[in-house]
């Protein structure tokens, strides 16, 4: 884990281990952010996986799961993303609603879907088992020449595969599924079912068995009865013919809810943590930047679980986090990992680190000050105060014009403090002595 001021390099250095993963250390970006370190990777790494909570990250931009003819290779490497941008643009409930849908989708004919983390992560948000999906065609769809777009896109995925350093990430399925792509633009009666929608859900109790709603469109494509059509689903939504929207179904209830009906916090949450579960491997190198943002501080406290819950039926996985958050500092089990700060000892001196001592089950203040360098987790405002009001007791213990100044301030910061909170004797004792002289002052004191 990795901790430090803003400007200490902490996204850079995500980045640069995520091009050394990848075989990529001589790349631009690489060579801009470490002039002067280098990366050994020991043993073998199977994929990356980077996940995101800020806009600001430096990881890879790629397109997502939907592959275009300006796709880049990191679109095609064992490279995978979840996080707030996309191509430049911010991703939206409704793309990773796609994500989500081909995750659960695109591993269903090769590998068995590991069910006991998902259900772990589906119970933690209050969702029961079942997960559906609603396909329809994607407005991408309405281009002049689709046939035409359609072998673009082959030839460039084609071209793009032969110069990769590493292997693709595209399924086997991928180009036999661009030719039956063209069978829902060359007969109105597969479009007319699509656009009325076409619905499938799967259990995740009963593993990735997959109920569709409609025999009659399998028909038309040329599945029978039987066949399992999870991957040519996934091709489809990769290739930006159809659209998905995920629901989810609360436990008490059984209300369906899809990604957009959630909080900010919630669809992020679900998005990463699903995602990392179903498409994370043996030897994965997990890349986490600044995953606080919009969860809730219980979240926060839980992420680490969640995370470690999530990727728990895979072995040999190294996970960095770079994060803000005391919540996520005092989670790390020191068997676990390390804790890391960057600093700079001066505005013109370079990039230092040291480890720290690990925060384990800490009260987030002292991880505040132990491990953020910050004197204290208060308001600057009553801190100020308090601390002005001390120093001048320390001069004198006459209530001074200088000290009724400061004690007016801290009894106004006092109104908004909880009755419990071991600073109102403090506060309390200030303004006793400020105002001695003064009953009606004395009088309005703060509570305790």
Request: glycine content about 6%.
């Amino acid at each position: 884990m990795i901790n430090g001021e803003n400007g200490t390099g902490k996204s850079a250095m995500l980045r640069i281990l995520s091009d050394a993963a990848l075989g990529l250390q001589e790349s631009r970006q690489s060579r801009l952010f470490a002039s002067e370190i280098s990366v050994n990777v020991e043993g073998s790494i199977s994929r990356t996986i980077a996940i995101s909570g800020t806009h600001n990250d430096r990881f890879p931009i790629t397109s997502g799961i939907e592959l275009r003819v300006n796709s880049n290779r990191f679109d095609l490497m064992e490279f995978y993303y979840y996080g707030p941008k996309h191509s430049g643009n911010y991703v939206s409930a409704s793309k990773a609603s796609n994500t989500i849908a081909h995750s659960l989708l695109s591993e269903q004919q090769n590998n068995e879907l590991v069910v006991e983390p998902l259900l772990y992560l589906l119970e933690y948000m209050g969702f029961g088992s079942e997960i559906t999906f609603d396909f329809k065609l994607s407005y991408n769809t309405k281009r002049i020449d689709n046939s035409e777009y359609l072998s673009r896109l082959e030839k460039h995925l084609f071209e793009l595969g032969r110069d990769l350093p590493s292997r693709t990430k595209l399924p086997d399925t991928l180009f036999e599924s661009i030719s039956t792509a063209l069978e829902i633009f060359n007969r109105r009666e597969v479009r007319q079912l699509l656009r009325r929608g076409l619905r499938a859900s799967i259990d995740i109790r009963r593993g990735r068995k997959l109920e569709i709603e409609a025999d009659q469109f399998l028909a038309l494509i040329g599945f029978g009865l039987g066949d399992t059509p999870h991957q040519w689903l996934a091709d489809m939504l990769s290739l930006g013919i159809l659209t998905c929207t995920t629901s989810f179904h609360r436990k008490t209830n059984r209300e369906s809810m899809t990604l957009e009906d959630l909080s900010s916090g919630q669809w992020q949450l679900m998005n990463s943590l699903v995602n990392l579960s179903v498409n994370s491997m043996d030897d994965t190198l997990i890349l986490i930047d600044e995953p606080e943002n919009s969860l809730h501080p219980k979240w926060q406290t839980d992420f680490l679980s969640l995370v470690r819950r999530v990727i728990s039926h895979r072995r040999g996985c190294h996970v960095i986090i770079a994060t803000h958050s005391p919540l996520i500092a005092a989670s790390l089990l020191p068997h676990d990992g390390n804790l890391v700060r960057f600093y700079r000892a001066s505005s013109d001196d370079g990039i230092r680190t040291e480890q720290e001592t690990p925060a384990y089950g800490w009260l987030p203040s002292d991880v505040l000050q132990a491990q953020f360098n910050m004197d204290s987790a208060r308001a600057p405002e009553l801190t100020k105060a308090t601390n002005e009001a001390l120093a001048l007791l320390r001069k004198s213990s006459e209530p001074t014009d200088a000290l009724k100044n400061v004690a007016r301030r801290i009894r106004n910061f006092q109104k908004n403090l909880p009755d419990h909170d071991p600073l109102n004797d403090v506060l309390n004792a200030i303004t006793d002595i400020a105002f001695i002289d003064d009953p009606i002052d004395v009088s309005v004191r703060g509570r305790g």
